[in-house]
């Protein structure tokens, strides 16, 4: 509790001086590349990177780290190569702002509705992480656990917003990596060394397929969070608060590769540490409880509370960043349009409301007790929405042809997704969402320029 309340004390002082919405939900675009980069990769390397991941690469060998760190590294480098330049250029607040620019209004409002789905959803998740995580150390029921979370995170960044979350973020990162690299010494020792370790695990392990995985849920494995990541409100903000469009495509550049090389370090506690079992004579919990047991059969007790801290380091960098992601869209998006004369100040304080409501929401919704992976991939699905129109916008389209082309992409893809895989759990319902856009998209937007074309026609006659 001392380190989550010198984290609060940090982001508080690191945000004090926010005068307005742009402070609060871009850091008055002041960070530079290193800056960027580690809040990147702190906010993209959360409890699940830690905790699922290990339990899946122990379940499945390195089939389990497809997603994290292969897939979502690969996002956040199209981030970089595709998305951190253009948007920083244009000065956008938010991927909503974006989208209007291109498409017009009704495009913002129902993008800023997604991403406010999507980030609520992620959030949720790593309140569930922080929830199990205090109530295993304090002897809590997980309700009471949950409400401690909430309140804690959303006091963390209701007054540290943007600037308190980066310098944070790089405090965290720093705590994540020292704690993984402990844990990875130790379990390298109790094998006996790196070519021992590396000699023991079985070569079954290095496959990149599971056993009775389908084609789709293989295509589905890297999509989802490839897509949901290149998208993402909570990890473009990171580039949009950059100094410059090219500090941002910079930053995102040392990002993805942070992520990746620290992403690693997870994945070997999956492929190496289930051979200790029987040296160590303990039994390993399975899936998420994996790295916990592993991380208690290594760890003396007194050096338990770093990786604990690791695990609270990983949430409280995400979490936060989820939770402005969505006070962004409901202050710039919604507030914004309905009070246009509203001062910075009324701004700001908007933008906390929403933060607070947010925390709320997401706090509701780790009460149903979904899994940790699950709610991820779900929150990734539903950004991934945005894909289409964003892409389109990128490429040239604007609001003249493509206004209602858009609208119909996201509205269409809703309901596929909702459908096909919260519905009736389709196998490839995300790939039958993604075709379905872009067909929309397509068909809506030629549509509308043979229809605006057609009155020219007439009067050249």
Known sequence: MLYVAAQIALAVWAGRGAKSDADYLVAGRSLGPFAVGMSLFATWFASESLIATSGEVARDGIAGA??????????????????????????????????????????????????????????????????????????????????????????????????????????????????????FALMADASGGLPAMWAAAPPT?????????????????????????????????????????????????????????????????????????????????ADEAYLPSLATALFPPWLHIVFTGALVSAILSSVDSALLAVSAVVTESGYRRLRPEASPLAMLRAARFATVAAAAVAALLAMQGESLRNLVLDAGAIAAVLAVPIIAGLAGSTARHAALAAIAAIVVQMAVLGVLDWGLGVPGAFLWMLASGTATFAAVAALSARRSAAPRAVGDT
């Open 66 to 183: 497809r997603a994290e760190p292969f897939a979502y590294a690969i996002g956040i480098l199209a981030i970089a190569l595709f998305f951190a330049y253009r948007l920083r250029a244009g000065g956008f607040i938010t991927i909503a702002d974006f989208l209007r620019s291109r498409f017009g209004p009704a495009t913002e409002s129902l993008a800023a509705v997604v991403i406010a789905l999507s980030a609520t959803t992620w959030s949720a998740a790593q309140l569930f992480a922080f929830a199990t995580i205090i109530a295993s150390a304090s002897g809590l029921d997980f309700t009471t656990g949950l409400i401690g979370a909430t309140l804690l995170v959303m006091t963390y960044t209701l007054f540290g917003g943007l600037a308190g979350d980066v310098v944070t973020d790089i405090v965290q990162g720093i705590v994540i990596v020292i704690a993984i690299l402990i844990l």
């Open 205 to 285: 392990i290095w496959s990149f397929t599971a056993p009775g995985e389908s084609w789709t849920q293989r295509i589905e494995l890297w999509l989802i969070p490839i897509a949901g990541t290149m998208v993402s409100q909570e990890a473009l903000s990171r580039t949009l608060a950059a100094k410059s469009p090219e500090v941002a495509r910079r930053g995102a550049l040392w990002g993805a590769a942070i992520y990746l090389t620290v992403g690693l370090i997870p994945v070997s506690f999956g492929l190496f540490g289930p051979q200790l079992a029987p040296i160590l004579g303990v039994t390993f919990g």
